[in-house]
């Protein structure tokens, strides 16, 4: 596939998309039908219907029943924990492989042209960025996660809660399912804002911004505080009423949906023409420049707030200013 159809490289081979990023179009006044129905496309697919179709498969297959999970046991939750290890394996693995071990698309639509292996570091473990991601995902990330998952069943099982079924309120659950995605976000950006406080950044954040050319391994490549507080989005589901496999949704758009961000690439190749949209710039761009897009467009935020990067030459100088501002400031109080 000919990636400069749909952007450019520069000199050192990273590429970048020829259309800026846009915000999700609801916010625009008077609404444009045909930009909201794209919006809507890229919102459910293919992402976020893949989550949900795991997240069923989880529920109806894989997951104790009530009764076994009214009681925390070591049994059921060694389970879950080994399900959840084995999916992160799977899906980051796979990611990881096609397009960083075997480079099968080369660096085409890749955003940063160097592949990180090809770059040892001090500030990982074993001087690898791979392993360094791959231990904090599995002794941290994935128990953290199975965590909240198993306090999310247990208050379930015992009636904790405002729970409820599709037969009493299927409208209800139904929209809750969509909105979903949107809470994630929105709760991510509030979470990320507060993680990038100079002390919390210094002592927590840093560890998942070592990885200034993420890959699918870095996804969940944190610090366990900044884990606890990744997942605690789940806590809707003791909130609003929910139903246990939209709390199972809701952790895999927090859990498996991790990887969207770090892909690294605008595009995975699929065949000699086709491909499959990552959605990955604006996350990327924030591990590139660390203070712009806390989160990734679905809501308003970083445009109301300032922080907004669209990938253009206009969004990057009102950074630069941005900057500027910033130092004059300490300058100034120093």
Sequence with gaps: MDELKFGSKNKRGDFTPKEPLQIAPYFEFPPNPIKLLKFLKGYLWPWNLLFMAVA???????????????????????????????????????????????????????????????????????????????????????????????????????????????????????TFAFFLPFWHEFHFYCIHRLIHVPVLYKY???????????????????????????????????VLPSHPLLFLYGLQITGTGAVVGHIGFDKIEVGSEGAIPTHAYAHYLHHKYFE?????????????????????????????????????RVNNKS
Excluded at 66 to 77: E, M
Excluded at 93 to 103: A, D, M, P, S, V
Excluded at 308 to 324: F, I, N, P, V
């Design 56 to 174: 069923a498969l989880f529920y109806f297959y894989l997951t104790p029943s009530p009764q076994t999970t009214k009681t925390l046991a070591v049994g059921w939750i060694a389970f879950i924990l080994a399900r959840n290890a084995v999916l992160v394996f799977i899906i980051y693995g796979l990611l990881e492989l096609r397009l960083y071990i075997k480079r099968a698309q080369g660096n085409r639509f890749k955003f940063h042209g160097q592949f990180p292996a090809d770059r040892p570091s001090d500030v990982f473990m074993f001087k690898s960025q791979n392993v360094d991601n791959i231990i904090r995902s599995f002794v941290s990330g994935v128990p953290i996660w199975t965590a909240w998952e198993v306090f999310g069943l247990h208050t379930y099982a015992n009636g904790w809660g405002p729970w409820t079924t599709f037969a009493e309120h299927p409208f209800w659950l139904l």
């Design 204 to 238: 927590i954040h840093s560890v998942h911004h070592n990885s200034i050319n993420p890959s699918p391994w870095s996804s969940l490549s944190m610090h366990p505080v900044e884990h606890l507080l990744y997942w605690s989005d789940s806590l809707i589901h003791l």
């Design 292 to 328: 712009v897009n806390y989160a990734d467009g679905t809501t308003a935020l970083d445009k109301l707030f300032g922080t907004w990067h669209d990938g253009s030459k206009e969004a990057h100088a009102q950074m630069d200013a941005r900057y500027a501002k910033k130092i004059a």
